[in-house]
């Protein structure tokens, strides 16, 4: 009943934007462009101008690029036996190489781990996002129908203002340059927005689509990737690293969440197959109320 307690809220708001999606019709790219360009960048700041590291982060570093480069791979070697072409091959990345560390995965850890564990799952968090805006974002544009291959690719990360944000916090932090106090509540003000609109944006999508034309055998390949791999993956990588078996039993659980909602954002500004993300965002995020227990028991 406690992990149905946090469960239950993070749908909340995502029937918010479904209903308010179906009454109003709103323009989801225009939104989904201001929580990308405004609000994302001050929460970034924030968590690394506030985030006191230490050496563990090195590892965690290596353990949520290399999962990432891993399910990547994986879907490289599903598109070329089903010969999926690029825009494709890139939808399915955002769906399956990404996943929910933010407002659903911080708040299940701090569920089983308390406080001790919710300082790594924030650190786990933040590193998350940084690997969505370069990564993520270079796939997105790659499989944009307006894009021109990997040149509009690098392009669009460089024109990502959440790693100027990222950068700007470190700076800070390391310089020693300090915000009054209602600086930081300003940039907290917006920071605190971002993840609520993300999902706000990803329920208003799932309004728009329609399921029946979802590809079933390709979206069922996303989720088993995402849902039952990754962990596997997560899993083998732990073994290599040495940090607490508490980190090692955050790194499997965080694995195992659903698809991460900024990538239903990114699919919809590049224009990468947004309702096939959109409805693996949704589905593995339904589905992970069956797949988390079960990664639960076998890891605490």
Do not use: H, W
């Not at 790219?29 to 405004?38: D, E, F, N």
């Amino acid at each position: 009943m406690e992990f149905l307690g946090i469960l239950l809220p993070i749908f909340a708001i995502f029937i918010l934007g479904f209903i308010g999606q179906k009454k109003f019709r709103f323009d989801t790219k225009v939104i989904s462009t201001m929580a990308l360009y405004l609000m994302s960048p001050f929460l970034v700041f924030r968590t690394f101008y506030t985030t006191e590291f230490d050496k563990d982060y090195i590892y965690m570093i290596f353990y949520t690029v290399s999962l990432c480069l891993a399910l990547i791979s994986l879907v490289y070697l599903v598109a070329f036996f089903r010969k999926y072409d690029i825009r494709e091959t890139c939808a399915m990345i955002l769906a399956s190489s990404f996943m929910n560390n933010g407002n659903y995965g911080t708040p299940v850890v701090f569920l089983l781990f308390g406080a001790a564990g919710l300082k790594y799952a924030i650190v786990l968090m933040v590193i998350q996002q940084m690997v969505m805006c370069t990564i993520g974002v270079y796939y997105a544009a790659k499989g944009s129908p307006e894009g021109n291959g990997i040149k509009s690719a690098l392009r669009a990360v460089r024109r990502m203002p959440i790693v100027y944000g990222a950068i700007v916090g470190v700076l800070f932090q390391f310089t020693g340059i300090t915000l009054t106090e209602s600086m930081l509540t300003a940039v907290s003000l917006v920071a605190d927005a971002a993840i609520p609109t993300i999902m706000i944006t990803l329920g208003m999508q799932l309004a728009n689509i329609s399921m029946k034309n979802i590809a079933v055998n390709k979206l069922s390949l996303s989720l088993i990737l995402k849902l039952a791999v990754s962990p596997v993956i997560a899993f083998c990588i732990s073994l290599f690293l040495p940090v607490d078996d508490l980190v090692k039993q955050i790194m499997i659980i965080m694995a195992a969440m659903p698809t991460a909602a900024n990538t239903t954002m990114y699919a919809l500004q590049y224009n990468t197959d947004p309702e096939f993300v959109s409805s693996a965002t949704f589905i593995s995020t339904v589905l992970s109320l069956v797949t988390l227990p079960i990664v639960f028991f076998i890891v605490i």
